[in-house]
Structure formats: C-alpha cells, structure tokens
C-alpha cells in the first residue's frame, strides 16, 4: 500500500517501537501494597456478611464486612444479612441502606443488581455484590435541582412517542431521587 519512489528510500530507518517502560521499584511496591490493602479488610473476619458496591465510576465498597444492606428490589424492599438464602436480584431506582453495628449508610441507586453467594471458603462470610449504574450518597443529591429537573421534564414537548417515554422514565426516576433526598 506504500509506493515505492526513490525519496522513501533515503529515509533513514525509523526506530522500533518500543513498549511501556517497567514501572520503578517504588511505584511497583506501591501498586502491590493498593492490592494488599484494598483486600486486608476483610482479612480475619469471620460470620459477617462482605458487601461490594460498586458502578461504573467507583468501587464504594469492596468486601466489606457488614450487619446488613436494604435494597429496593423491583418486586420490593428487602433486607439480606449474612446466611440469606441465595439471590440474584434486579433493583430499582431508590436507597440503598448498608447497616454497620450502629450506624447507618444510605447511597442512592438508579438501577442495577444484587448477587448474593454463600462462602466460598470456612470463614462463614456470605458476599453481597450490588453493581449499579449510578450509585450515590444520598447526602450528595440536591432536591432543588431535582424539582427543577422535573419541571423541565414535564414541561417538554412531548410530540412523539419518544418524548412520552423520556418524560414518563425521567419524572419516575427524578421522582426517587427527590424522595431519596429528603
């Protein structure tokens, strides 16, 4: 695909290509020790229910040991703690409460799933992931800028079928959040 003329054959020869550089000593024992330290919490515990929360942006937890999280499933809220029967579950836009002895977290979700799996070794620790598309502090949302969303929303021109339809799943969706945030 390259024509051959005698001006690329006076070129000199370009360098080969080489590949990324090995990381430093220092950066590569920092890399190791993110590893260790991101696992070491649930390192020695025994009987508690680990929970991964994460989306596309973040990891918030990465088997956490907890008492218990609420979800808000589409057949219902529900509460899972260590020893729950098995589940895989779709969830819809809502809070989610992660229960630590005495203290509780809320996060808001716009929609995901809950996989739930007994241990997989003797430390009788069930795991609990909830993978979401959006996942947030509810301390994080404003509901003044959610009523104004919903405003918005409502007062689009709703034309066709697809105007209908972004109106009708945006307000339920800003709906939750204002909810969410109160």
Same mark, same amino acid.
């Given at each position: 695909?390259? &024509?051959?003329? $005698?001006?690329? !054959?006076?070129?000199?020869?370009?360098?080969?290509?080489?590949?990324?550089?090995?990381?430093?000593?220092?950066?590569?024992?920092?890399?190791?020790?993110?590893?260790?330290?991101?696992?070491? !919490? $649930?390192?020695?515990?025994?009987?508690?229910?680990?929970?991964?929360?994460?989306?596309?942006?973040? +990891?918030?937890?990465? &088997?956490?040991?907890?008492?218990?999280?609420?979800?808000? %499933?589409?057949?219902?809220?529900?509460?899972?703690?260590?020893?729950?029967?098995?589940?895989?579950?779709?969830? &819809?836009? %809502?809070?989610?409460?992660?229960?630590? %002895?005495? !203290?509780?977290?809320?996060?808001?979700?716009?929609?995901?799933?809950?996989?739930?799996?007994?241990?997989?070794?003797?430390?009788?620790?069930?795991?609990?992931?909830?993978? $979401?598309? !959006?996942?947030?502090?509810?301390?994080?949302?404003?509901?003044?800028?959610?009523?104004?969303?919903?405003?918005?929303?409502? $007062?689009?021109? &709703?034309?066709?079928?697809?105007?209908?339809?972004?109106?009708?799943?945006?307000?339920?969706?800003?709906?939750?959040?204002?909810? +969410?945030?109160?």
């Amino acid at each position: 695909w390259l &024509k051959h003329t $005698a001006h690329s !054959e006076s070129r000199a020869a370009c360098p080969p290509v080489q590949g990324p550089k090995p990381p430093s000593l220092a950066s590569a024992m920092a890399l190791r020790a993110a590893r260790i330290l991101r696992f070491a !919490e $649930a390192a020695g515990v025994t009987n508690r229910m680990l929970l991964s929360m994460c989306s596309p942006a973040e +990891a918030i937890f990465v &088997k956490k040991p907890v008492d218990s999280v609420t979800v808000p %499933g589409t057949e219902g809220t529900f509460t899972v703690t260590n020893n729950h029967s098995l589940i895989v579950s779709q969830l &819809k836009a %809502g809070v989610i409460t992660v229960r630590e %002895g005495q !203290e509780n977290k809320d996060y808001f979700i716009s929609d995901g799933f809950l996989f739930y799996n007994h241990p997989t070794d003797g430390s009788g620790c069930c795991t609990c992931e909830i993978s $979401a598309v !959006e996942l947030v502090p509810t301390s994080s949302l404003d509901k003044d800028r959610a009523a104004q969303v919903l405003s918005e929303l409502l $007062a689009a021109p &709703k034309d066709n079928e697809w105007d209908r339809s972004r109106a009708q799943l945006g307000a339920a969706l800003v709906n939750q959040v204002i909810k +969410a945030a109160e």
